[in-house]
C-alpha cells in the first residue's frame, strides 16, 4: 500500500500542478486584461453536497473501527484532496483572450 | 506491541532542521516576489487581490489557512487520548465549520459587493456605531494574533524536539521566513503559497502515514489488533466523554473561529463572486482528509502503549514522536517536517494579508481617511510585520498566554451569534448586538469559569443569541441588507 500511495502521489502532485499553471496563467491574463468582474453572486444549491461529506467523513472514521483496510482510506483521501485542488484549476472558467 | 522500536534518530542536525526552514521560506520568496512584480500595483491588489482570486487558488488557500499547524498534530493527539471517537469530534465540525461559512458569504457578497473586512459590514450595518465596529476589529485583531501566535509556539515546538535547535532561535527563524515572503505580495502571495502548501500537506502527509503503518510489523491488522485490546472504545466513535470532554465546545469554537475571522472574511470578498459559494463548499470537504490522515498515527501510539512520559509529556507531540522514532528514512522525517511548515507558514501568511486589510479599511480608512494612495499602500505592507512581530515577543517572552487564548475565545464566541443574526435577520439592531455580546462576556464568562467548558459556552452561545433577539424584537425596525449595495469601495484601485 505504501508503494501504492507513494506513485500515486507523484501523478496526483503532476496533475496539482499543471491546475496550479494553468490557474497562474488565467490570473495574469485576467490582470493584464483588466475586464471588470461581474459581481453576480448565482444560486448554489449545496446543502446535500455539504451534508453528504459530513456524512462520509464521520462514515470513514468509524469505518477504521471495524475494518484495518479502512486505516489507509485516511491516506488515500489525503491524496484525493490534492487531487480536487488541482481539479478546482481545471473546472474554473479560462481567462479570455 | 514492543514500543522498543522507537529510538531516537541520529540524523536529524539542526543544520538540516534550518535548511527546512529557510528553504521553504526561500521558496515562498520567490514566488512572492514574482507574484509582486505580475499582480501587485496598490493598496486594492495587496489586501483583496482584485477580487479576481480564481476557483483553484481559492480552494488551495482556504483549505491551508483552515490547516493550523497545531490541528496536523492535533488530530493524532485526539485519537491518541481519546481512539477513534477524539478524531469524529475532531474532524467532523472541522470541515462543517468551513462550508458553514456558505451562507453569510453568499449573502454579504450578494448585498455588499465591493466591501474588504467584517468590521466594515458591521459599521454599516449598524448606522457607523463606533462601539459595535471596535468591538469586531479588536476581535479580528485579537484572533489573528492568536492565529499567529499558537502556530508559531507549535512549529517552533516541532522543530527544536525533532531537531535539537533552540525554540527560541526556532520562533525567530520561523517568523522571519514567513514574513519576509507575505511582505511583498499581500493576498496574492498568501493565496498562491497557499495553495502550494496544501499540496506540501497532503501528499507528504498520505505517503509518511503509509510509511509508519508499512514499518510496523503486522501492519493495519496489528494495529487495529492492538488499540481494541487496550480498551474496546478506542475504536468505536461514540464514547460520550469524548463529546462531553472536548467535541461539543470544540464544534462551538470553530464555528466561531471561521465566522469570527476575518481571515475567511477576505477570502469571500476577494474570490470572484461566481465561485463563491463552491468555494467554500470544495474547501470544507476537501479539508476533512487531512486530519482523518494524520488521526491515524494516534491508533499508532495507543496500540504500542506509549505514555504521554515518552514523548516528553505532552501529547500533542505524538505525531512528530512516532514519525521521528520509528525508523523511517530522513527523507520522509524532512516530508513530515514539511507538512507541520507549511501548515504553519500558509496559516501565518493567510493571518498576515487578513491583518492588513484590517488596518487599511478598519484602521487607517476609518480614522484617516484623507491618507494618500501611496502611504496607504506602505502603510499596508508594513501592517503584515505587525502581527507577526507582536505574536513573536509573547512567544519569545515565555509569558503565558492563557488569558489572550482565553479572551479570544470569549470575543470570539460571544460575537458568533449576534454576527449571524446581523447578516440574516434584519431586526437585529444596535443596541442587540452591543448588548449581546456585552453581556455574554459579563455573564457567560464567569458561568465558563465556574461550570467548565461545556456549560460555559452553551451559557455564552445563548446569552448573546437571546439579548439580540429580544432587542430586536422590541426595537421592531427592519434593515434592508441591499441598501450596503450603495457603499462604495473604500480602497479602489487608483485610475490607471
Redesign the interface.
Known amino acids: 500500500?505504501?508503494a501504492l500511495?507513494?506513485i500515486v502521489?507523484i501523478v496526483?502532485?503532476i496533475f496539482?500542478?499543471a491546475?496550479?499553471g494553468?490557474?497562474?496563467r488565467?490570473?495574469?491574463a485576467?490582470?493584464r486584461d483588466g475586464a471588470p468582474?461581474?459581481?453576480?453572486?448565482?444560486d448554489?444549491r449545496?446543502g446535500g453536497?455539504?451534508a453528504l461529506?459530513?456524512v462520509?467523513?464521520?462514515v470513514?472514521?468509524?469505518g477504521?473501527?471495524?475494518?484495518?483496510?479502512m486505516?489507509?482510506?485516511?491516506?488515500?483521501?489525503?491524496?484525493?484532496?490534492?487531487a480536487?485542488?488541482?481539479l478546482?484549476?481545471?473546472?474554473?472558467?479560462k481567462a479570455a483572450g | 506491541m514492543d514500543k522498543s522500536i522507537f529510538a531516537q534518530m541520529p540524523s536529524l542536525t539542526p543544520t538540516l532542521g534550518f535548511a527546512s526552514m529557510i528553504g521553504l521560506g526561500l521558496f515562498s520568496l520567490a514566488l512572492s516576489y514574482g507574484v509582486k512584480t505580475?499582480?501587485v500595483r496598490n493598496t486594492h491588489d495587496f489586501i483583496i487581490a482584485?477580487?479576481?482570486?480564481?476557483?483553484?487558488?481559492?480552494?488551495?488557500s482556504v483549505?491551508a489557512v483552515w490547516t493550523w499547524a497545531m490541528a496536523v498534530m492535533m488530530s493524532s493527539a485526539m485519537t491518541y487520548n481519546w481512539g477513534?471517537s477524539g478524531?469524529?469530534w475532531f474532524?467532523?465540525p472541522n470541515?462543517?465549520a468551513v462550508?458553514a461559512m456558505?451562507p453569510f458569504a453568499?449573502i454579504l457578497?450578494?448585498n455588499m459587493?465591493e466591501g474588504y473586512t467584517i468590521s466594515e459590514f458591521v459599521e454599516y450595518r449598524f448606522n457607523r456605531s463606533k462601539v459595535a465596529t471596535a468591538i469586531v476589529t479588536v476581535t479580528m485583531i485579537f484572533g489573528i494574533i492568536l492565529e499567529i501566535l499558537i502556530n508559531l509556539k507549535g512549529t517552533s515546538v516541532v522543530v527544536s524536539t525533532v531537531f535539537g535547535i533552540d525554540w527560541r532561535v526556532a520562533t525567530v527563524v520561523g517568523i522571519v521566513c514567513v514574513l519576509t515572503y507575505s511582505y511583498f505580495g499581500g493576498l496574492?502571495t498568501s493565496v498562491?503559497t497557499g495553495?502550494?502548501n496544501?499540496?506540501m500537506i497532503?501528499?507528504p502527509?498520505?505517503?509518511v502515514?503509509?510509511?509508519v503503518?508499512?514499518k510496523i510489523p503486522g501492519?493495519?491488522?496489528a494495529?487495529?489488533?492492538a488499540a481494541g485490546a487496550a480498551d474496546a472504545r478506542n475504536?468505536?466513535?461514540l464514547r460520550p466523554d469524548a463529546a462531553a470532554g472536548f467535541g461539543i465546545t470544540l464544534a462551538f469554537g470553530l464555528l466561531a473561529a471561521t465566522v469570527s475571522d476575518q481571515t475567511f472574511w477576505q477570502k469571500v470578498w476577494a474570490v470572484?463572486?461566481?465561485?463563491?459559494?463552491?468555494t467554500f463548499?470544495?474547501a470544507?470537504?476537501?479539508?476533512?482528509?487531512?486530519p482523518?490522515?494524520?488521526?491515524?498515527l494516534g491508533?499508532v501510539g495507543i496500540a504500542f502503549g506509549l505514555k504521554p512520559a515518552d514523548i516528553g509529556g505532552d501529547i500533542v507531540a505524538i505525531g512528530p514522536y512516532i514519525v521521528s522514532h520509528i525508523g523511517l528514512g530522513l527523507t520522509l522525517v524532512l516530508l513530515y517536517v514539511l507538512v507541520i511548515l507549511a501548515a504553519c507558514y500558509s496559516t501565518i501568511d493567510g493571518a498576515s494579508a487578513a491583518l492588513s486589510s484590517i488596518v487599511a479599511v478598519d484602521i487607517v480608512k476609518r480614522y484617516f481617511p484623507q491618507t494618500s494612495e501611496s502611504s496607504l499602500f506602505v502603510i499596508t505592507k508594513l501592517s503584515v510585520l505587525l502581527g507577526g512581530i507582536v505574536a513573536t515577543l509573547i512567544v519569545l517572552s515565555g509569558l503565558d498566554f492563557t488569558t489572550l487564548v482565553l479572551t479570544t475565545y470569549a470575543l470570539k464566541t460571544s460575537i458568533l451569534l449576534p454576527l449571524v443574526l446581523s447578516i440574516l435577520w434584519p431586526k437585529t439592531n444596535m443596541v442587540g448586538f452591543v448588548g449581546g455580546i456585552a453581556a455574554a462576556i459579563l455573564i457567560g464568562m464567569p458561568i465558563y469559569e465556574m461550570a467548565g467548558e461545556l456549560i460555559g459556552t452553551l451559557c455564552i452561545v445563548a446569552i448573546s443569541g437571546l439579548t439580540v433577539l429580544i432587542a430586536g424584537l422590541v426595537g421592531g425596525r427592519d434593515f434592508d441588507l441591499s441598501g450596503l449595495k450603495r457603499i462604495t469601495d473604500e480602497v479602489s484601485a487608483p485610475a490607471e
Open positions: 500500500m505504501y500511495i507513494t502521489g496526483v502532485t496539482f500542478l491546475g496550479f494553468r490557474g497562474l488565467n490570473a495574469i485576467e490582470y468582474e461581474s459581481n453576480e453572486v448565482p448554489y449545496y453536497l455539504a461529506s459530513v462520509a467523513s464521520a470513514v472514521i468509524a477504521a473501527g471495524f475494518s484495518p483496510a486505516i489507509y482510506a485516511g491516506p488515500l483521501l489525503a491524496l484525493v484532496t490534492a480536487g485542488c488541482g478546482a484549476f481545471f473546472v474554473e472558467d | 505580475l499582480l482584485d477580487r479576481r482570486v480564481g476557483f483553484g487558488f481559492g480552494v488551495g483549505i477513534l478524531l469524529f474532524v467532523v470541515g462543517f462550508m456558505i453568499r457578497r450578494k459587493p496574492w498562491m495553495t502550494l496544501t499540496l497532503t501528499v502527509a498520505a505517503i502515514v503509509a510509511a503503518y508499512a501492519g493495519t491488522q494495529v487495529f489488533d475504536l468505536s466513535v470572484k463572486s461566481r465561485d463563491v459559494g463552491r463548499l470544495w470544507g470537504a476537501l479539508f476533512y482528509p487531512i482523518i490522515c494524520l488521526g491515524m491508533l
